[in-house]
């Protein structure tokens, strides 16, 4: 009996543990690069084993659209998501965001993010990192 138990609380924990993983593998990968005077860039990229690329592609879509980003735009076969996030007194500028979905050869997927802020604008790091994770490591369901 305890050791049922002990399976199906881990049947029930796992997925739990593997976003997490892949949560700390995203923040691990985050890099930036530049600054306020020139403009900065962010990235970050992670392999997510075990997914279709059609399901992963899918999901990434729909957790860019759901989380206020603006003039979204998705290519399937080049797996590719655009969008971008108005500027607070940008007058009307935007920040840019640049999604690409791979397959992997062995299955799953790779993801590439990229979010750049202009030259005389700033966006905390923390949160570029934690938003960027949260929305490829919905690839994973």
Known sequence: MKTATLILALAVITPGVALANLTETCAANFAADGGFWKGKSFKTHLAVPGVAYADAFRRVAQAVTSNGWNNIKTDKDLGTITANMDVAYGNGATAPLNIIVKDQKGGGVDIEAVFTTQA?????????RDGMCKLITAAEG
């Not at 005389?120 to 570029?128: L, R, T």
């Open 120 to 128: 005389g604008k700033s966006a905390a790091e923390k949160a570029v």
